[in-house]
């Protein structure tokens, strides 16, 4: 029998403009928007699947899609068509899209974590970093203070952020120690799903390398599923299980990552694997 999928979405698409005869079925396009009535197709048509403990990674250019589809996951962006199914909301019956408000925010807190390339989306910049992992806690109902102060301890011992530090606003914190922050956040409630957009970019290499091997060790700890985007292939090469090619709005390529950077199929995979070399 077939393990069942953490994550499973289905035809997923997010437009933006009222779309024309021209482009409605999500052809005829120019790149990813429609030459007559200028609707953006940000993502047309994606299909992903992610299994439990894998990290799957999401590559492509800058307006490719790959922001839309992590922020679309996180209801953060509106979905204009598709169906997602989370194997731990209703047993992966449900379509998460199309659930109200309060649904889509017990799902934020409980079954998935976002760790933004920005740091400011994801943490209040003049809290205490206890107090923004404290507040992810209570938004998932959590109300023992004792408890709390020992899962808040727990967390930043897991990122590397000294006790000391607790009491400190991320503002006063380097943009690695920021992201650290984020990612103990994400993972306050044990989420079934860590989704990470472009975590190290901007960072000096040490600290890309820091968190980098922050990000390996937690998958290793909480047996959590990650889709991981970034322009970086040395860092997909590094981590990712599988691998997604996005460009103009769709995926036109995906395998195991090996497969995919060693042997691209598609002249886009291979110009940009090219590049690197």
Not at 3 to 24: A, D, S, W
Not at 49 to 71: A, D, H, N, Q, R
Not at 136 to 159: F, H, P, T
């Amino acid at each position: 029998m077939m393990e069942q999928p953490v994550l499973e979405v289905k035809n997923l698409t997010v437009r933006y403009g009222r779309t024309c005869e021209y482009c409605r079925n999500g052809s005829r396009l120019v790149k990813n928007t429609c030459p007559h009535c200028k609707t953006v197709w940000a993502c047309n048509d994606i299909n992903v699947t992610l299994y439990e403990g894998e990290i799957l990674g999401i590559v492509g250019e800058s307006g490719s899609g790959k922001s839309t589809l992590m922020k679309s996951l996180y209801f953060d962006f509106p979905v204009t068509e598709g169906k997602g199914y989370l194997r731990d909301f209703e047993d992966g019956r449900t379509d998460i899209f199309g659930q109200s408000l309060q649904q889509k925010k017990y799902i934020k807190n409980h079954v998935m974590g976002m760790v933004y390339q920005n740091p400011m989306l994801g943490l209040r910049m003049d809290y205490s970093s206890a107090g923004n992992i404290a507040e992810k806690l209570i938004a998932a109902g959590r109300r023992n203070y004792a408890g709390m102060n020992e899962r808040v301890g727990e967390l930043l011992d897991a990122v590397e952020i000294l006790q000391s530090r607790k009491k400190e606003p991320p503002k006063n914190f380097s943009g690695g120690m920021q992201q650290r922050v984020q990612i103990s956040k994400a993972l306050a409630n044990n989420p079934a799903i860590l989704l990470l957009d472009e975590v190290t970019t901007g960072l000096d290499l040490s600290v890309q390398a820091k968190v980098l091997e922050l990000i390996r060790r937690i998958r290793q700890e909480f047996h959590i599923s990650i889709m991981l985007v970034s322009h970086d292939l040395a860092v997909i090469r590094m981590l990712s299980d599988r691998t997604i090619v996005m460009l103009d709005g769709k995926i036109i390529e995906q395998g195991l990552t090996d497969q995919i950077l060693d042997d691209p199929q598609q002249p886009y995979t291979q110009q940009l694997v090219h590049s690197l070399l």
